[in-house]
């Protein structure tokens, strides 16, 4: 081995949804891994060390080193090449349930998995010997972290495009070394994951685990279908429980908002809901906080059943940035992060400064509404909060029998740096 280069074996924990699926070789690519490597290393040296990267380590005169940008490109190259044949797993609702469809395009989207694993191999183009072995020596040590708390490819922030960097130390030392960049997370425990086989279906622990967690922290289900239950309208703990601010909590959410300015949906009872015109804060988008979705579709209105899904009221949502007067709906990062990890899943709090206090327009025709996020968020204190709730009310208080009943029970949420509960 070249003193220029270091090899590192990475292991695949969870498909990544990839658009170059047909090409040969295809794996997580260093195009997306290196901008979040030199990012999260950048960060590292100034928690550290107290200041910023040397400057021997940047690539003179490249875009964002110039002082302003909160990280710089580092002089290395990185190089994927999956260790043995990839396997090529077809997305499809039964088995990505954390996916949301095929984006409308027709075209079907595929999974890949490495089973074997992939080799990681890291060049440093820095000419000095000493400030080039600081550098590989840098980026090994902080390898296992860096892989700890980042997913590649699409719906990432679900948990799919999961690798590793030692994957053999125990759940306690993992933990321990997320704490370092996520001082308070949550997760729960799941069997060993196989890390040699690449099937995945509704029966994949974690996937499965993954989807009934966060369907308790926001959605929660509908559940018309199932007999014997004591409510079939499951709120998530986002729109039911959990507290917002003085102000906020008097608002109504989102959904409210639609069926009574749209007319469209029907009451808890069944009935049309009263339509009226929604006054300023009368109502808070507060889903958005957990993620956004760019349409909604009812299937009544004006208290009418409607049958054909074509004919369904479609609501449409978005945004218009301030600074560049852009349209969009699909440009905020989810808070939460899902982490897989061979015996757990976890869920690391991110900032949802992003998309606080921001106006949306929700719109069907020519009739628009507008309404806007909360203004406050602590992300981490949700999730502390969420985790007694979910363990003390959540799966035994809402489900008098079923499957879902059973699942949700057996998943007990943990709390590390905050709450214990």
Not at 37 to 43: E, I, T, V
Not at 275 to 280: A, D, I, L, V
Request: with cysteine; proline share 5%.
């Amino acid at each position: 081995m070249s003193s220029f280069s270091r090899k590192f074996t990475i292991r695949q924990v969870t498909p990544i949804i990839h658009f170059q699926f047909g090409e040969a070789d295809a794996t997580l690519r260093a195009t997306e891994l290196k901008p979040k490597l030199d990012r999260f290393l950048c960060g590292r040296y100034r928690a550290e060390q107290g200041e910023t990267v040397p400057e021997a380590w940047q690539i003179a005169d490249a875009p964002g080193n110039d002082g302003r940008s909160d990280y710089y490109h580092l002089n290395y190259k990185a190089q994927m090449f999956p260790k043995g044949e990839t396997a090529k797993i077809e997305v499809g609702q039964n088995n990505f349930p954390m996916y949301f469809g095929n984006m409308g395009d027709g075209e079907k989207k595929h999974g890949l998995f490495c089973p074997e694993g992939l080799t990681l191999k890291i060049t440093c183009l820095i000419s000095d010997k000493a400030q080039r072995e600081a550098l590989l020596t840098f980026i090994g040590e902080n390898l296992e972290l860096f892989f700890l708390t980042h997913n590649f490819g699409t719906r990432q922030t679900k948990g799919y495009g999961g690798f590793l960097y030692c994957p053999e130390h125990s759940l306690a030392e993992q933990l321990a070394l997320v704490q370092k960049v996520y001082p308070r997370f949550i997760y729960c425990k799941i069997k060993r994951i196989n890390l040699d086989v690449a099937a995945i279906d509704r029966n994949t622990e974690w996937a499965k685990s993954a989807d009934l967690v966060c369907m308790a922290m926001k959605t929660g289900r509908n559940l018309r279908k199932l007999k014997n239950i004591e409510d079939n309208d499951i709120k998530g703990y986002l729109m039911k429980d959990y507290p917002m601010t003085d102000g906020e909590d008097k608002a109504g959410n989102d959904k409210a908002m639609m069926k009574g300015a749209f007319g469209v949906g029907l009451t808890k009872d069944g009935k049309m809901p009263e339509q009226h015109q929604p006054e300023p804060g009368e109502y808070s988008f507060k889903r958005a906080v957990l993620g956004l979705t760019d349409t909604y579709t009812f299937h009544q209105e004006n208290g009418k059943e409607i049958r054909k899904q074509e004919d369904c009221p479609v609501i449409t949502v978005t945004h218009t940035d301030d600074q560049t007067a852009k349209t969009y709906i699909n440009r905020f990062p989810s808070p939460v992060l899902v982490k897989v990890l061979p015996t757990a899943v976890c869920f690391l709090p991110e900032d949802a400064g992003p998309i606080l206090d921001k106006e949306f327009a929700f719109q069907c025709g020519e009739h628009k509404e507008v309404i806007s996020t909360p203004a406050v968020f602590d992300t981490a204190q949700f999730l502390e909060k969420f985790v007694g709730w979910y363990n003390g009310e959540f799966p035994a208080g809402k489900f008098q029998s079923g499957s879902l009943r059973d699942r949700c029970s057996k998943i007990r949420l943990y709390s590390v740096g905050g709450e214990q509960t």
